[in-house]
């Protein structure tokens, strides 16, 4: 009789994980060839182009991607320099600023793939109640055990820091 490897599941895990990184990575580099953004840009166009008058506040975005306002000026800084949107004081309060979608980030947020987080939001959203509970728990638990729940995140699938300017 021949015994079973030691730790088969230890790999198959391992396996599935890396597959997890690396498929972030590709689409990291996909994006930042066709459109010339990261994940988290992305994600400031798109909140962009579905609020009322393609605009918001620092407060709003940062609000939606459950990060700080500081990582949303950032963010905003760059895609300003990139032509994507642009700031503009409101007519009701001068003291309230709101960042805007421009004709080149409308352009931008056309031409780049599909997010990687959109295809995972289509095929939990088509997961039973009950499996979508069984899995948050199981990737939670891979959290901690990768001493990972203490680590500040927002929902936007990247491998580095959100407001960190690439290349």
């Not at 990060?67 to 503009?88: C, F, Y």
């Not at 069984?134 to 939670?140: D, N, R, T, W």
């Amino acid at each position: 009789m021949t015994q079973p490897a030691p730790y088969p599941r230890t790999d198959d895990a391992l396996i599935a994980l890396r597959r997890i990184l690396r498929a972030t990575e590709q689409y990291e580099r996909e994006l930042a060839q066709s459109a010339r953004l990261t994940p988290a840009k992305l994600r400031v166009l798109q909140i962009l182009a579905a609020a009322e008058g393609q605009r918001a506040t620092p407060t709003a975005l940062a609000g939606r991607m459950g990060v700080s306002q500081a990582t949303v000026t950032a963010l905003v800084d760059q895609l300003n320099k990139l032509g994507l949107t642009s700031r503009e004081r409101s007519m009701t309060d001068r003291r309230q600023l709101h960042v805007i979608l421009t004709e080149g980030g409308a352009q931008a947020l056309q031409d780049a793939p599909d997010a990687l987080q959109q295809h995972f939001v289509k095929g939990f959203q088509s997961m039973q109640d009950w499996e979508q509970s069984m899995l948050v728990a199981a990737l939670e638990r891979v959290a901690a055990m990768l001493n990972a729940q203490g680590i500040d995140a927002s929902p936007v699938l990247t491998l580095g820091e959100i407001s960190r300017p690439r290349g």
